[in-house]
T-cell receptor, first 113, second 112 residues
Framework: AQSVTQPDIHITVSEGASLELRCNYS??????LFWYVQSPGQGLQLLLK??????LVQGIKGFEAEFKRSQSSFNLRKPSVHWSDAAEYFC???????????FGAGTRLTVKP | DTAVSQTPKYLVTQMGNDKSIKCEQN?????MYWYKQDSKKFLKIMFS???????INETVPNRFSPKSPDKAHLNLHINSLELGDSAVYFC???????????FGPGTRLTVL
């Protein structure tokens, strides 16, 4: 069955520490891949996306993600977390076109001072 | 300028009532969507519209009906509201396939 998995429901990191949020997908072919961030009480904002080409993609707010076909993963990273990064992060995939976008369950990030 | 806007932001109503949520995008996008986010933050697509044609209709109760008067608007009508309809509803738009979706701020619906 097609699925998007974010294994970590909640992650806590200290401000200034590095961050990696995991995302795995299960689809027949390489889908289009996205990471969105949702701040409390807000809508979703796109951080970055991967369609093709370079497997390391840069996004806004200092985030990057790496697509690994062999692992069916698209993990999100940031070298140094800021307190304002505390939010809910969603991985999303669109297997054939954008109209069928599926979201993972989300990872809530808490940043300790 | 707000790209994707929704009204109202909060909606509290009684079971059995009929309500509507409005969505407007000023991005000139061709496709608009409605998502439901439950209390556990799980996002599920409900509908998408492309040039006034329904593209996706997930297994959503027929009490929910999208209405698109023009390309810039996609309203969500809900009849006979139930407790389980309580959630945050997000509208989104996209310039077309193979592009990201732009989300509105959400409408928190509470059914009492």
């Amino acid at each position: 069955a097609q699925s998007v998995t974010q294994p970590d429901i909640h992650i806590t990191v200290s401000e200034g520490a590095s961050l990696e949020l995991r995302c795995n997908y299960s689809y027949g072919a390489t889908p289009y891949l996205f990471w969105y961030v949702q701040s409390p009480g807000q809508g979703l904002q796109l951080l970055l996306k991967y369609f093709s080409g370079d497997t390391l993609v840069q996004g806004i707010k200092g985030f990057e993600a790496e697509f690994k076909r062999s692992q069916s993963s698209f993990n999100l990273r940031k070298p140094s977390v800021h307190w304002s990064d505390a939010a809910e992060y969603f991985c999303a995939v669109a297997p054939y076109n954008n109209n069928d976008m599926r979201f993972g369950a989300g990872t809530r990030l808490t940043v300790k001072p | 300028d707000t790209a994707v806007s929704q009204t109202p932001k909060y909606l509290v109503t009684q079971m059995g009532n009929d309500k509507s949520i409005k969505c407007e995008q000023n991005l000139g996008h061709d496709t608009m969507y409605w998502y439901k986010q439950d209390s556990k933050k799980f996002l599920k697509i409900m509908f998408s519209y492309n040039n006034k044609e329904l593209i996706i209709n997930e297994t959503v109760p027929n009490r929910f009906s999208p209405k698109s008067p023009d390309k810039a608007h996609l309203n969500l009508h809900i009849n006979s509201l139930e407790l389980g309809d309580s959630a945050v509803y997000f509208c989104a738009s996209s310039p077309g396939t193979y592009n990201e979706q732009f989300f509105g701020p959400g409408t928190r619906l509470t059914v009492l």
